[in-house]
C-alpha cells in the first residue's frame, strides 16, 4: 500500500516510498492457489511475500510511521471503542503493533496472518500472552463459531483475493451483535493516483522503496460500493464509513503528511455490525 510503506521521512531517516506501476495485466501462475486467479488476472505470487520478504523492516517502519502510527492506528482504535474484557479477534495482525495495544487495554486478543514471517514478529510482541496462527484471509478460519465480540482488520482487505469470503468468515467467528471494524486504503486516492477507470476492480502495484531495496506490493483495487457489497452480503450492516484525518501527534513529526492527509482521502474505515438475522438483500 502506498501509505503503510511509505514515510516521507526526515534527514536521518530511513525514506520508505512508494511509486505506481502499471496495472498487473495477465500475469503467470506461479502457484495456483489463495491469490490464483481473480477478475481475469493470474497472479504469480500470493500478496503476503512481500511482507516475508519485508519483515522486520516492516516492523520497524510501521511503529512510528505517519500513516500506521498517526494515521492509522489512533482511528481505527477510536472505531474499536473500549475493549477490555472483550474477545477480539486481529485478522493479518501483521507484526503485532495491533494485539499489543489490545492486550495493554484489556482485551483477550487471537490474531492470525498469512505471512509466516509477520506470524512469528507477532509471536514476539506478545510473549506467549495470544493463540497466533498462519491463517489467510478469504480462507476458511480456525475459530468457532460466535468466537469474538470484535474483529479487527487493519490494511489488509485489500490484500484479500476474495473480499466477500473474507467478510463472510468474520461475521461466522463473530457472536451475534459483534463487530468489525476493517481499515483500507481509501478507493478515491487510489483511483487518483493510478487512473484508468474508477469503477473496474483491479489488480495493482506499488514499489516501495524500503531500507533493504525496492519490494513490489500487489493490491486490490476497488470502487468503494465493491467493498461494501462484499460486507453487507456476507451478512453486516454498515455502522459506520470513516475517513480518518490525521492524529495531531503527526503535525510536528511528519508535516507534509499531516497537511497531505488533513486536506485528501488516504484510508477509509468501515464499522461493520453483525444483526441478529441478515437484513434481506433489495433482491429478495
Ligand atoms: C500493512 S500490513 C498490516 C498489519 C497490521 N494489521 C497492522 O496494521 O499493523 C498487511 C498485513 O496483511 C498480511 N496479509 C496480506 N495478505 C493476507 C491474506 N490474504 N491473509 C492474511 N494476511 C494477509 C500481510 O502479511 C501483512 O502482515
Redesign the pocket.
Known sequence: ?PH?GLLSGKVGVPVWRWCGQARLQGIRARRVG?AGVCHGVWVDTD??DA?DKMGLSFQQH?ADSAY?AHY?RPAVLAALGPVTGLQVLDA????G??LRELLDRGAEVSA????PV?VNLARQQAAGRVRIDQ????EPLPYPDGAFDLVVC???IH??SDRAAAFAEFCRVLRVGGAVVVSTQHSVMDWLRKGGSYFQTTLETDMWHTPSGDQPVHFWREPLSALCTAATDAGFLIEKVIEPVPAETMRERYPDDYEKLSSEPGFLILRLFKPARPAPSPAS
Not at 493479518?92 to 507484526?95: F, I, Q
Not at 492470525?112 to 505471512?115: P, Q, T
Open positions: 500500500m503503510r489463495v500478496l503476503w511482507y510501521a500506521n492509522d493479518a495482525c501483521g507484526p503493533l495491533y492470525f496472518d498469512a505471512s509477520m491463517a489467510a484471509l478469504g487493519a490494511l489488509a490484500y484479500a
